[in-house]
């Protein structure tokens, strides 16, 4: 497998930083940086200690206090002649219980119209998982504050096991008002396409494949691209942050299942380790992208910086 080569980011208000990945490009679209306090509340067995003990995280991946950085964000590519975009991150304007998410104004929209992504044009929105900050973009609101698909001529697909999931759930306030603003109007719409996911994978579109990874959600998944010998993944949440490479079994706070989670991280991790493959964290900051590779008793994250890249 070939694999794809480093090159400078650009980190610039208009710049969408993208991989090559064969024939692709896949094109990060910023929505904004996380607080600080973000990495040790959502990882808390990711210490101080533990994340110094990685020097390679810093300073990237992990400020001077050894707290773990994140950040929101989304991809979109071109497969098959469809324009994709793999979840569509916190959304603007949406009444949220965490103050960071609440009542966001971005220039998301934007920045994905010059990557080459009007929302008009997007036929395909994939969403790894139907929490908060993975769903916000789904929708919109127009003149009369009625919330409406930002991405109007697109299927979007999530795991039947996942929207299942949520249908069984007494949820509290916060979870209905993100389903209310963010997932209902996409089902009222016709929109929404729920896919059973076979073991090994599910094939949608030429070289776009769903990876089910179940245990932050029960239905989460993860996608997989490949085109000339090169392959990539989307992590979702299945793994929040490269520290994650070196200590797999550290999990999130809301993880559904945490034991399932771990067991799905580490196969995920094994899989991927020393093949070359890209790894693109959907949660990850800049530079955001690499390889695993072995190291220790575990595994690290060889970042890949993205370059901006016109669309293909």
């Not at 991989?19 to 940086?33: F, S």
């Not at 997007?122 to 127009?142: C, I, P, Q, S």
Request: aromatic share 6%.
């Amino acid at each position: 497998m070939r694999t794809p080569s480093t090159v400078p980011e650009d980190t610039s208000p208009a710049g969408a930083p993208g991989w090559t990945v064969g024939d692709l490009t896949v094109h990060r679209i910023d929505e904004t940086a996380l607080p600080p306090g973000t990495g040790p509340w959502l990882l808390p067995d990711a210490t101080p200690e533990i994340v110094r003990g990685q020097p390679w995280l810093s300073p990237d991946f992990a400020d001077r206090a050894g707290r773990p950085l994140l950040d929101s964000h989304t991809f979109a590519f071109t497969v098959g002649g469809l324009k994709v975009l793999v979840d569509t991150g916190i959304g603007n304007g949406k009444t949220r219980a965490n103050p960071a998410w609440h009542d966001l104004d971005t220039d998301y929209l934007d920045r994905l119209t010059a990557a080459g992504y009007p929302p008009t044009t997007v036929d395909l929105v994939v969403l790894t998982h139907l929490h908060t900050d993975h769903v916000g973009w789904n929708t919109r609101a127009d003149g009369d504050g009625t919330w409406r698909p930002t991405f109007p001529n697109a299927r979007y697909l999530t795991s039947r096991t996942e929207r299942a999931y949520w249908a069984a759930q007494d949820m509290d306030e916060p979870r209905r008002q993100t389903f209310r603003d963010s997932v209902h109007p996409v089902e009222e719409a016709g929109l929404l396409d729920l896919v059973d996911l076979d073991p090994d994978g599910t094939e949608v579109a030429p070289g776009l494949r769903l990876l089910p990874t179940p245990g932050h959600t029960p239905g989460h998944l993860a996608v997989q691209l490949s085109s000339g010998g090169e392959a990539a993944v989307v992590t979702g949440d299945c793994v929040h942050h490269p520290v994650q490479f070196a200590h797999p079994g550290i999990g999130s706070c809301v993880d559904t299942d945490p034991a399932r989670s771990r067991a799905t991280r580490r196969t995920l991790l094994r899989s991927l380790a020393d093949t070359g493959a890209l790894v693109l964290g959907t949660h990850f900051p800049p530079p955001t992208a690499g390889r695993v590779v072995a190291h220790g008793d575990g595994y690290r994250l060889a970042p890949v910086p993205g370059a901006h890249r016109p669309a293909r």
